[in-house]
């Protein structure tokens, strides 16, 4: 399903600092941040969510959720994705990092959501062309959507390698996006007990060839 993966009304949550990658499903799922059924009154902010498969973000239905300050990248077929469409505000979705190499920009409904979104920067490695579902970007802007946004390469460091440290802030600064440490995410403790964390390089790379073959079996 998802990572991060929320229910319901949930005043006051804050999903924040984690990093999220390689989530991948069979079928159904494959996301990194999932505010399913009803999920409302959540903050996610300060994630990295890069390498799963259906996108970065999706939220199927809700209310009042604040997306802000992530880094989204890298995401297989699409890099974020709204289902059920709602009257109220669905999402606040600002300060955001969006790169690309592969699929599409936004899935579902997102482009018919209700949400304000502005401030964010999106790229895409292939084109400067990017589509907002079939809009384009100054058609988009037109309808009153990221009025502030720009189109931009965020200058990660090496993002191919999934480095994503800012070697330069100068595209940051015009989102107002304020860089965090994703190094620090993870276990705590004792060097013994961090090593049992990890996921060991071989099973990471049977991994990578699994989904490489399944990706190709679902673009056929």
Known sequence: ????????????????????HHVYSFDY??????????SFGITEENNLV????????????GKGNIIRNNIFALNIRAQLQATRVEEHRSITFTNNIIYFDKGSLLSSNWHKFNLLTDYNCYYD???????????????WQKSGKDIHSVIADPLFMNAAAFDFHLKNKSVAKKIKFVPFDYSKAGVYGSEEWKKLALFDQESADEFDKRVAKLEALNKK
């Open 1 to 20: 399903m998802g990572w991060v993966y929320t229910l319901g009304s949930s005043e006051g949550t804050t999903v924040s600092n984690n990093v999220i």
């Open 29 to 38: 799922g494959g996301w990194g941040l999932y505010t399913d059924e009803g």
């Open 50 to 61: 890069y390498a799963c498969k259906n996108s970065g973000f999706h939220q199927h239905y």
């Open 125 to 139: 490695v292939r084109t400067k062309d990017i589509r907002f579902a079939d809009q384009s970007f100054s058609e």
